[in-house]
C-alpha cells in the first residue's frame, strides 16, 4: 500500500509539472485514467498507459508499467533546477549572482600544481558532506577562488541525490550591513528578507559564511568588530552546530583572533577543516572575477 501511494504522489507531482497529463481512456482492469507525457503527438493515444497496471491504450501490458525511471529522472532534474534557483533567490549577497553561482569545480581555473591540489582537497571534502555535517574553512588572499570553490562543494551537495534540500549563502558583511538597515526601516521588507534567511539557515541541509572579517576593514588593516557583529557571528555559528558549514575568509586565524576575540574565533575553529588558499589572486591572470 505504502508503494503504490508514493508512486500515486509521484504521478501527481509529475502531472502538476507538466511531464506527464492524463487521457480520457480508462484502465480495464483498475479502471484508472491513462497518463502518458505530453511530449507525445495528441493523436498518439496508443502512448499512454495505466500508471498502476502497466497496461497500454492498445491493451498491451509493460513490464515495468510507466517508464518511471526516465520520467522521474526528468522529474527529479526539474526539481533539482528549482531547488538550486532558491539557492539564488534566497541567499544574502550584493554580489553578481550570475557569477557567483555558475561556479562549478568544472570550471575551477587551476594555474597551477598547488592550485590543482587545492580543488582536490575541496572535491574531496564535497565528497565527505555527503555523509558527514563538515565545517570547513577556507582561508586566502582575495581572488584565490575560495568563494568559487564553496559554492562548487554546496552545489555537488545539493544535486547528489534527491532534490529535497536547501542551501543557502550569507554574505557576513552584506548580512551586518543589512541587519542594520532593518533596525531603521519603515515597510518591513529588508526585515522579511533576513527573517526568511536566519531560517533557512537553521534549516538548510548546507550553508555557506562568505567573506567573514571583510566589515569594516581589510587584510591590511583589521578593524576590530562591534559587539553587534560578534554577536551575529555567534548566532551563526550556534546556528550551524552539528550541520554542514562552509566559511571564507580573507584574514588569517591571527587576524580573526585580532578582529573578533579569542573566544569567537575559537569557536569557529572548533572542529573545522580548514584549507589554506596559498596561491596568487587568480583574477590577475584570467581576468576573471572569482574570490
Known amino acids: 500500500m505504502k508503494n503504490l501511494t508514493s508512486k500515486a504522489v509521484m504521478i501527481a507531482n509529475l502531472i502538476k509539472q507538466g511531464i506527464l497529463e492524463e487521457v480520457e481512456t480508462i484502465c480495464p482492469e483498475c479502471k484508472s485514467k491513462m497518463v502518458r507525457h505530453v511530449t507525445d503527438e495528441p493523436t498518439q493515444v496508443d502512448y499512454a498507459v495505466c500508471p498502476n497496471c502497466g497496461i497500454t491504450a492498445s491493451g498491451l501490458k509493460l513490464k515495468h508499467g510507466v517508464d518511471i525511471e526516465s520520467i522521474d529522472g526528468k522529474y527529479q532534474a526539474q526539481l533539482q533546477k528549482q531547488m538550486w534557483q532558491g539557492v539564488v533567490k534566497n541567499s544574502i549577497t550584493l554580489g553578481n549572482p550570475d557569477a557567483i553561482f555558475s561556479r562549478r569545480f568544472a570550471n575551477f581555473k587551476a594555474e597551477n600544481d598547488r592550485a590543482k591540489e587545492i580543488g582536490n582537497q575541496a572535491y574531496i571534502l564535497a565528497e565527505q558532506m555527503r555523509t558527514e555535517p563538515l565545517h570547513v574553512m577556507f582561508t586566502g588572499q ?141 583574477r590577475e591572470k584570467s581576468g576573471v572575477m572569482q574570490s
Open 142 to 282: 582575495t581572488g584565490a577562488g575560495k568563494t568559487h570553490l564553496a559554492v562548487a562543494m554546496m552545489y555537488k551537495y545539493l544535486m547528489d541525490g534527491e532534490a529535497n534540500k536547501h542551501g543557502i549563502l550569507v554574505n557576513f558583511s552584506d548580512y551586518v550591513a543589512l541587519k542594520k538597515l532593518a533596525m531603521n526601516e519603515m515597510n518591513g521588507e529588508t526585515q522579511r528578507l533576513l527573517t526568511r534567511a536566519d531560517k533557512l539557515v537553521q534549516k538548510s541541509e548546507i550553508v555557506i559564511l562568505d567573506d567573514i572579517g571583510a566589515e569594516r576593514g581589510g587584510t591590511k588593516e583589521v578593524v576590530t568588530a562591534t559587539d553587534f557583529e560578534t554577536g551575529l557571528l555567534l548566532q551563526f555559528m550556534n546556528a550551524r552546530e552539528g550541520k554542514r558549514l562552509i566559511i571564507t575568509s580573507n584574514l588569517t586565524s591571527e587576524q580573526l583572533d585580532k578582529k573578533y576575540d579569542q573566544r569567537t574565533t575559537s569557536r569557529i575553529m572548533y572542529r573545522i577543516q580548514g584549507i589554506e588558499f596559498d596561491i596568487p589572486d587568480y
